[in-house]
């Protein structure tokens, strides 16, 4: 009988689940281990459905449970930290401003004192507000023992993009919280924050002045993302049985995988390039059905793209698919709320992807021909 396939992690984002599950787990654990092995302070953009929260959440195991749930992966022979810590994963999409300011704020402050809770904190009744009271918690812990991973930073203000003055109050208030992680920075061991949009002036960047962003880099530019190799060698079983149903050569079928879903870059030097991980899924799970469009309806949709076209019009879809220039600095920099560029959002949100770079200059344009699709769709929803 055929060997029966591994399960796809389609929709699995907890890294302990997926591995208790036996899912396939493409393993990029050599680069979280450079990431994670010394103090550090990181962060990370990547478009929707690339799969951040899971990376997160296997930065909660390792730092949590040490090498509990890595069997047989790269970092077993790599990783030399014997320590466990204090972990607190934060995912902000779930704070995102609903109903008035007021609201937003408490809801936010429940959210803070509910993880918090998970590591010892206790709110006091003592007239204290809750973030003079988390600062006084963190100050009672050892150097170097906590663990602060925040998915999505950017999901709160990106909801209220096409209200400048809401925007700004609720910026305001989120720098707050992250002035205390710069007032308490000696228990930090490991701070690793994803998002889409870099955003200025929200105390993350300008605050945390030693934050390093590692989106751009050349050793990380795969670590979202399917290689070409990793296609073959993690859906081998995959793609025979995908080239079977569809009554084509296994090579044909990398060739129009490739065409499809391949041509991410993420990096410098671009050359490397990744396939989006939730369309190649998506067509491996019902191979059948052929190669649909599956970036729209999935991560298409971003809420700072959807804010900003509130106000913004977009260029016809042909022009994107010509290569576009924009400085580099607009890349890497945090980006000005009063300035965002459709050419730099869209390349954050993954619409664009990066060809080349000259000098101080990128060059960016279509990485696929889902990605042009759902351009299409975007622009015509627009219209209509």
Same mark, same amino acid.
Request: charged share 25%.
């Given at each position: #009988?055929?060997? @029966?396939?591994?399960?796809?992690?389609?929709?699995?984002?907890?890294?302990?689940?997926?591995?208790?599950?036996?899912?396939?787990?493409?393993?990029k654990?050599d #680069?979280?281990?450079?990431? @994670?092995?010394?103090?550090?302070? +990181?962060?990370?953009?990547?478009p929707?459905?690339?799969?951040?929260?899971? *990376?997160?959440?296997? +930065?909660?195991?390792?730092? &949590?449970?040490?090498?509990?749930?890595?069997?047989?992966?790269?970092?077993?022979?790599?990783?030399?930290?014997?320590?466990?810590?204090?972990?607190?994963?934060?995912?902000? /999409?779930?704070?995102?401003?609903?109903?008035?300011?007021? !609201?937003?704020?408490?809801?936010?402050?429940?959210?803070?004192? $509910?993880?918090?809770s998970?590591? %010892?904190?206790?709110?006091?009744?003592?007239?204290?507000?809750?973030?003079?009271?988390?600062?006084?918690f963190? $100050?009672?812990?050892?150097?170097?023992?906590?663990?602060? *991973?925040?998915?999505?930073?950017?999901?709160?203000?990106? $909801?209220?993009l096409? =209200?400048?003055?809401?925007?700004?109050?609720?910026? =305001?208030?989120?720098?707050?919280?992250?002035?205390?992680?710069?007032?308490?920075? &000696?228990?930090?061991?490991f701070? +690793?924050?994803?998002?889409?949009?870099?955003?200025?002036?929200?105390?993350?960047?300008?605050?945390?002045? =030693?934050?390093?962003?590692?989106?751009?880099?050349?050793?990380?530019?795969?670590?979202?993302?399917?290689?070409?190799?990793?296609?073959?060698?993690?859906? !081998?079983?995959y793609?025979?049985?995908?080239?079977?149903?569809?009554?084509?050569?296994?090579?044909?079928?990398?060739?129009?995988?490739?065409?499809?879903?391949?041509?991410?870059?993420?990096?410098?030097?671009?050359?490397?390039?990744?396939?989006?991980?939730?369309?190649?899924?998506?067509?491996?799970?019902?191979?059948?059905? %052929?190669? *649909?469009?599956?970036?729209?309806?999935s991560?298409?949709?971003?809420?700072?793209?959807?804010?900003?076209?509130?106000?913004?019009?977009?260029?016809?879809?042909?022009?994107?698919?010509?290569?576009k220039?924009?400085?580099? =600095?607009?890349?890497? %920099? /945090? @980006?000005?709320?009063?300035?965002?560029? !459709?050419? %730099?959002?869209?390349?954050?949100?993954?619409?664009?992807?990066?060809? &080349?770079?000259?000098?101080?200059?990128?060059?960016?344009?279509?990485?696929? $021909?889902?990605?042009?699709?759902? #351009?299409?769709?975007?622009?015509?929803?627009?219209?209509?």
């Amino acid at each position: #009988m055929e060997k @029966a396939l591994k399960l796809l992690p389609l929709g699995t984002s907890d890294f302990e689940n997926l591995r208790h599950r036996d899912q396939i787990y493409v393993d990029k654990t050599d #680069m979280i281990c450079e990431l @994670a092995s010394v103090p550090g302070k +990181f962060f990370f953009a990547r478009p929707r459905r690339f799969g951040k929260s899971l *990376l997160l959440s296997t +930065f909660e195991s390792l730092f &949590r449970d040490g090498l509990k749930n890595f069997q047989g992966l790269k970092i077993e022979q790599l990783w030399t930290d014997k320590s466990t810590y204090k972990v607190i994963k934060l995912d902000f /999409s779930r704070v995102k401003p609903e109903g008035t300011f007021e !609201d937003f704020c408490q809801y936010f402050d429940n959210y803070l004192e $509910a993880q918090f809770s998970l590591i %010892g904190f206790k709110k006091e009744d003592n007239g204290l507000f809750l973030s003079n009271q988390i600062e006084i918690f963190l $100050a009672g812990l050892s150097s170097s023992s906590l663990v602060l *991973l925040i998915d999505e930073y950017d999901a709160p203000l990106t $909801a209220c993009l096409d =209200n400048k003055e809401f925007f700004e109050r609720v910026r =305001n208030y989120l720098s707050r919280f992250y002035g205390i992680l710069k007032a308490n920075d &000696r228990v930090l061991r490991f701070l +690793f924050i994803t998002g889409i949009t870099k955003f200025n002036k929200t105390s993350i960047f300008s605050e945390l002045n =030693n934050l390093s962003d590692v989106s751009l880099s050349p050793r990380f530019g795969t670590l979202l993302g399917y290689t070409h190799e990793e296609v073959e060698t993690y859906f !081998d079983g995959y793609l025979t049985q995908s080239a079977s149903v569809l009554s084509v050569s296994r090579d044909e079928l990398l060739r129009s995988l490739t065409k499809q879903y391949d041509g991410f870059c993420f990096e410098r030097t671009t050359t490397k390039k990744v396939f989006a991980p939730w369309s190649l899924l998506k067509f491996f799970s019902e191979p059948e059905v %052929g190669l *649909l469009d599956y970036w729209f309806e999935s991560g298409g949709r971003p809420a700072a793209l959807v804010q900003y076209l509130k106000s913004h019009t977009l260029r016809d879809p042909e022009e994107y698919g010509k290569e576009k220039s924009i400085a580099l =600095n607009l890349l890497t %920099g /945090s @980006a000005n709320v009063n300035t965002l560029s !459709d050419i %730099g959002l869209l390349t954050q949100a993954g619409y664009l992807t990066l060809k &080349r770079v000259v000098g101080l200059t990128a060059f960016v344009a279509y990485p696929n $021909a889902e990605v042009a699709a759902a #351009m299409a769709q975007l622009y015509s929803e627009r219209l209509l």
